[in-house]
């Protein structure tokens, strides 16, 4: 690697002599993007396409005029690897730098911003300098909770991605701890990927892939093999794995809005019995990603006849309820109370959904929301035992709670006593401090008028 530790931005850089030291990172060697390494990076990772970084930045004109930098703005700057955020010139450097590597840059025109420039400060066919220090990076999450992180070895091509249901070719590759415990080609459904023994977070992440891309996930232990683990493949309970999947090609299906009525209805009532069976046999994020379906496909529909749409709302119903019953199991409990609220919507006085709902609100310590779904229950059916039962559980935790305040507020205010009554004790001894020298004081004074007039 080309380094120079005594190389400044400042003042006009010469093409030539930067073109002679520096390294031509282009594809096809163009000298559009040279770069020249001024600190070595702590380690031997790179960032890869898709990833997080941040890095600070200087810019300038090749005459040395600063354009801009992220320094002065004491703030880094952060963007995503190989997604047209930034200019080419960028996306290309940082993908060859290092952790902690500082490096300078001179990129053509056709890396930077074109023949258009970026006026007032950048003018047409600018050829540009960057000071680029790249500070962190980490792959792409694609859950909220973190639990799939993906890194890109290699891009795919075109821009469409499987879909849900979609067949898809892959190629993988499974470690935990270092340790390869998976090697095979296999085909699989997504959505149905654990069928073929495959982890949940490699099946949501095909959605996200486009043929022939290869990529790196990292799986929490929610979405790889979970508090069970897997005995086939010796891995643990609660272990986090890590996949290198290779998508070689994928028939996607077809579209809600390629299918008529008659075909969805058809396929929810399939749909449908592969969630039970999921749920029974208590995979629940399975069983979720096939009621889900039914929902995506039917909820913006409205039947031409009365049959119909008694067809329609039935599914709905039984994919909401069954949705917030997953949900309660995998203890997701925001996701039951939304799925509950659908029902209520429509039906005001389902049982299920309300004593589901109140579940959700028991667990989540809304004793007061929990305990008005409960009496609804009761109100509905008079003879549900279990709801009574709940009533019982939140009526007990809100007397726990009540006393538990009273104590907290209790010694609260004992302790704001003791305080004040300290206050008045030390401004008492202040008060009689002052009272006696004041008569020390006055006694003097008389003592030294006896004595000047005797």
């Not at 690697?1 to 400042?10: A, E, G, P, R, V």
């Not at 299918?259 to 449908?272: I, N, P, R, S």
């Not at 989540?364 to 509905?380: G, H, I, K, M």
């Amino acid at each position: 690697m080309t380094t120079d530790k005594d190389l400044s931005m400042d003042g006009q850089t010469e093409a030539a002599p930067f073109a002679m030291k520096g390294l031509d990172l282009t594809l096809n060697k163009d000298q559009g993007v040279i770069k020249i390494v001024k600190r070595q990076g702590v380690d031997e990772d790179r960032p890869m396409l898709g990833d997080r970084v941040t890095v600070h930045y200087t810019s300038k004109l090749l005459n040395g005029k600063k354009l801009d930098s992220s320094l002065d703005r004491k703030e880094p700057f952060c963007f995503s690897l190989g997604k047209g955020q930034v200019i080419k010139a960028w996306d290309i450097t940082v993908l060859s730098m290092k952790r902690g590597e500082m490096c300078i840059v001179q990129c053509g025109p056709e890396y930077a911003y074109g023949s258009s420039g970026n006026p007032p400060k950048i003018p047409p066919n600018a050829s540009l300098l960057f000071e680029v220090e790249l500070l962190s990076f980490h792959g792409e999450t694609l859950t909220d909770d973190g639990g799939i992180t993906k890194r890109i070895k290699s891009k795919g091509d075109g821009y469409t991605n499987p879909n849900d249901g979609a067949t898809v070719d892959v190629h993988l590759e499974g470690s935990c701890g270092g340790r390869l415990f998976d090697c095979r080609d296999v085909r699989f459904v997504v959505g149905e990927g654990e069928d073929k023994g495959i982890p949940l977070g490699v099946d949501r992440a095909m959605e996200n892939m486009q043929k022939g891309e290869c990529c790196i996930l990292l799986l929490k232990p929610k979405y790889g093999f979970g508090i069970e683990g897997e005995p086939e493949f010796k891995i643990g309970p609660n272990k986090e794995v890590v996949y290198e999947v290779t998508l070689k090609d994928f028939q996607k299906a077809k579209e809600s809005w390629e299918m008529d009525l008659k075909e969805k209805l058809d396929l929810a009532g399939e749909v449908k019995h592969k969630g039970n069976k999921y749920f029974k046999a208590e995979r629940y994020n399975q069983a979720v990603i096939q009621y889900q379906r039914i929902v995506s496909w039917l909820e913006m529909e409205c039947g031409a006849g009365a049959e119909e749409q008694k067809k329609i709302q039935d599914f709905l119903l039984m994919s909401q309820l069954n949705l917030a019953l997953c949900f309660l199991r995998l203890q997701e409990f925001s996701h039951v109370v939304d799925n509950c609220n659908k029902v209520i919507e429509t039906d005001g006085n389902n049982e299920k959904a309300l004593y589901r709902r109140g579940e959700a609100h028991l667990f989540r310590n809304e004793l007061s929301l929990a305990l008005a779904d409960f009496r609804r229950v009761l109100q509905v059916n008079p003879a549900n035992r279990a709801a009574r039962a709940r009533i019982s559980t939140c009526q007990r935790k809100i007397s726990e709670h009540y006393e538990q305040d009273k104590k907290i507020y209790a010694n609260m205010f004992q302790k704001f006593a003791e305080h004040d009554a300290k206050v008045v004790k030390i401004k008492r001894r202040k008060d009689d401090g002052m009272k006696s020298n004041e008569n020390n004081e006055f006694g003097n004074k008389r003592r030294r008028r006896t004595q000047d007039f005797p």
